[in-house]
């Protein structure tokens, strides 16, 4: 009788050692086919967190990718019971809340105790939703560090899980270096065609208008903005004024009905040709409102953020 029920348990054991197989292999094919097919890379990632909670059971999956520039982990996607990509989550720092810190120590954090795990902040909603187990990543492709990996569990995380996911971290990590390399290549290629194709109007066109045109275009679509504009300097009658010479991405009744632009604090140093300015908030810098009789854009102008 004890040999039988051993025999079961040898059995049973093999069966959901064989089945936590199939289930890691599928998990790994749907990341690998999520970063290999899908070339957007916010979409890629979607699949690759819907992949875990799918194959792991988990309640929730997000990715997070490390913006250099400002040192934040941008949200890239999630699923499971929270899909957003907005809210306090989006942008953290390195070092803040558990992300920022397993992007800073560039060290996983792994817990089958999340209720009394000091790293969870919000204690209340933890045990509320019944959370378990949390699995974290640091995205590393060769000591450069990518991003953030993590998932939440209402179940307990089994070694063999741990395991997969860090695999699976190593392949993603990989993968958004990939779309990142495409898109940046893709972008310099975009910039090279649309140089050549300035530097073939500035041999051919006669036209002035078509010609200050044409470079306003490309400018425009090179700096991604929403609009741009040229402006030719003419005097007023009372000597300072600048008139709208053309304008890109916006009709030109946009500014039909608005003052001419003038020298003020902000716009003079370019017009004079001083210095380039360039802001990521205008409305952040010192020089923004200072010039009567508007404090700041006229009313009706186009929402403007970067200059």
């Known amino acids: ?13 093999a069966e959901e050692i064989l089945a936590e197989r199939e289930r890691l292999a599928a998990l790994s094919s749907d990341i690998s086919n999520a970063l290999v097919k899908v070339t957007d890379i916010q979409e890629s990632l979607r699949y690759c967190c819907e992949a875990i909670v799918k194959h792991l059971d988990a309640a929730f999956a997000r990715v997070w990718t ?7 982990l941008e949200l890239q996607a999630s699923a499971g019971i929270y899909t957003h990509i907005d809210g306090e989550h989006s942008r953290i720092p390195l070092g803040k809340f558990k992300i920022g810190k397993i992007a800073e ?4 954090h792994l ?4 209720v009394g795990d000091a790293s969870v902040g919000n204690q209340e909603w933890a045990k509320r939703e019944g959370m378990k187990a949390f699995a974290g990543y640091p995205l590393i492709v060769e000591e450069r560090l990518i991003g953030v990996i993590a998932m939440f569990s209402r179940q307990p995380l089994p070694e063999a899980t741990i395991e997969a996911l860090s695999v699976v971290a190593d392949g993603i990590a990989l993968g958004i270096e990939h779309h990142q390399i495409i898109a940046q290549l893709r972008e310099q290629t975009e910039v090279v065609e649309t140089i050549n194709h300035i530097g073939q109007m500035l041999s051919a066109e006669l036209d002035q208008q078509k010609l200050v045109q044409a470079v306003t275009d490309a400018a425009t679509e090179l700096t ?12 007023n009658e009372e000597g300072a004024s600048y008139m709208l010479y053309t304008l890109s991405g916006v009709p030109r009744e946009a500014f039909s009905n608005l003052p001419m632009p003038r020298a003020t604090d902000l716009f003079g140093p370019t017009f004079r040709g001083d210095k380039t ?4 908030n205008v409305k952040k810098d010192s020089r923004y409102g200072n010039n009567p009789p508007y404090k700041g854009m006229p009313k009706g102008h186009l929402p403007v953020t970067s200059y």
């Not at 991604?224 to 005097?235: K, P």
């Open 277 to 280: 300015i360039r802001l990521d």
């Open 66 to 72: 490390l913006n250099q520039e400002d040192n934040i």
């Open 105 to 108: 120590e560039r060290k996983p």
């Open 111 to 114: 817990t089958n105790k999340v």
């Open 1 to 13: 009788m004890n040999k039988a029920v051993h025999k079961i348990k040898e059995r049973d054991n």
């Open 224 to 235: 991604g903005a929403e609009f741009g504009s040229f402006f030719y300097n003419v005097l």
